[in-house]
């Protein structure tokens, strides 16, 4: 998911506070709350005053990411409005569904307070808790607004605030870069180059954007000098990073900026500290039963595989996915038993396996640019399809299909299955829940191949020859 300044998936700090300064004559709204004017500078008769109404909507958690363009956090419990200039005074306000003044619908809790106020120049400041009567932590910090009362007409003025980090948080956000803040990032691929989001978080959890959103910078502090792309107006949360080497490693700090003071607000947490390594693209290699992988330059000692069940028994295919994880078709770990064992770059960790007790003596494996795994089984004459993150039930295949030997993918994602046994190979359409077409004239395909016009070429043993389909 993408962060920026729109609606977030958790909630909105852009505060829509709408300040409407009426004819005394026109009353509150409903419901309204009324604050009596205290402190200097009201020696005018209180005819002279104009009410003043500042309309709240407080979103609902299940709303907060849709709603738009100007909400509180859904944490928030209460509000204090410092009112300096031609009159000082500060209201104090609960936000609650039962409070006096508010009302509450399925999206939102809406509140309207009200004062009244001499015509003249005047200074807002505001701030919101998530704890009723101004208690608990500090969701919002308000940005000095000044706006005007003027005897006779309407004043209409919407205050931003901004919302007061305790945390920034940094996640992968192109399928390029894997990891974690905690862990350290991994920026893979032959262009060692991607993409990471940058957020503020409030002291509940909440994802803090919009127009009450910090903007972010990106420095490295230590390492070997990474190419680093700056947030942008159009993506203000997502940054680029570029390592210049395969193995290069650095440490990068991440700033969150306001126009005002609110990172001097008590607990505001405005920097954040992260680490990342790149890693090119990798050659793998099967010796014997190992798979051996060679890491850029290719000059140094390769990576040896290792499986679950100790070392890999009969090595029969492999594939790379968008970020880099390498899965390895071991089809004879136990017996004629079969798994795919996924490993994570750098490659040298415990792998994962993938469709042990499912597989009987898999033979290829193709990973598609949605992220699908196709995964051909000899023995079970069928085709297993994963979709991501590969931990549920496969769908299979089996119209038409027997001792499956290799498979491939056109443009349009179309699956070309060759059989090493049967007089047909196989094409099925997405979703793959159909039946194939059949590509007659075949005796023991062994391989498929699709070129980029559309051509399918099949290697066929029991023909001594290359079969060529042309579309359709």
Request: one cysteine or more.
């Amino acid at each position: 998911m993408t962060l920026s300044h729109r609606s977030s998936r958790r909630s909105r700090f852009l505060v829509g506070m709408f300040v409407a300064a009426a004819l005394a004559a026109a009353g509150c709204s409903p419901g309204a709350r009324s604050v009596p004017a205290t402190g200097t500078g009201q020696g005018a008769a209180a005819a002279g005053r104009q009410t003043v109404h500042f309309v709240i909507k407080v979103p609902t958690k299940s709303t907060a990411s849709s709603r738009r363009p100007a909400y509180v956090s859904p944490a928030t419990q209460s509000i204090t409005i410092a009112i300096t200039g031609s009159a000082t005074q500060t209201l104090t306000a609960n936000l609650t569904p039962t409070s006096s003044g508010c009302s509450s619908t399925l999206a939102s809790t809406n509140c309207t307070l009200s004062l009244a106020l001499n015509p003249g120049t005047y200074t807002a400041v505001v701030t919101t808790y998530d704890g009723t009567n101004a208690t608990g932590n500090v969701l919002s910090a308000g940005q000095d607004v000044n706006f005007t009362v003027v005897q006779g007409q309407s004043n209409t003025m919407y205050l931003v605030l901004n919302g007061v980090p305790t945390a920034i948080g940094v996640a992968a956000q192109s399928a390029s870069v894997i990891g974690s803040m905690g862990a350290g990032f991994t920026v893979v691929g032959l262009t060692l180059s991607g993409t990471l989001q940058a957020v503020a978080l409030d002291a509940d959890g909440d994802l803090i954007v919009g127009a009450g959103a910090p903007t972010f910078t990106i420095a490295q502090s230590s390492g070997t000098s990474f190419t680093i792309g700056q947030p942008t107006t159009a993506a203000p949360n997502s940054f680029t990073l570029t390592a210049p080497s395969s193995g290069a490693t650095g440490v990068f700090t991440v700033t969150a900026a306001y126009p005002d003071s609110t990172c001097s607000t008590s607990g505001a947490v405005c920097t954040a500290t992260f680490s990342a390594t790149g890693h090119g693209q990798y050659v793998v290699a099967s010796v014997g039963s190992v798979y051996e992988v060679w890491a850029p330059p290719y000059t140094a000692a390769p990576v040896t595989l290792s499986g679950v069940t100790g070392s890999l028994q009969l090595i029969e295919s492999a594939a790379f996915d968008a970020a880099g994880n390498l899965y390895v078709v071991d089809s004879q770990y136990n017996g004629g038993a079969g798994q795919i064992l996924a490993y994570a770059p750098p490659y040298t960790g415990t792998p994962t396996s993938i469709g042990a007790g499912t597989l009987s003596d898999p033979t290829a494996i193709l990973i598609g640019p949605d992220g699908k795994m196709f995964v051909s089984s000899f023995d079970n004459s069928s085709v297993f399809v994963w979709t991501p993150p590969y931990t549920g039930a496969p769908t299979t295949l089996t119209t038409d299909v027997t001792t499956p030997s290799s498979l491939a993918l056109d443009s349009s994602e179309n699956l070309f299955v060759s059989n090493f046994s049967g007089s047909a190979a196989d094409e099925f359409v997405p979703p793959y829940t159909g039946a194939p077409t059949l590509l007659n004239g075949t005796n023991m395909s062994a391989s498929i191949h699709v070129a980029p016009t559309g051509e399918a070429f099949l290697l066929d043993i029991g023909l001594s020859g290359m079969l060529e389909f042309t579309p359709p």
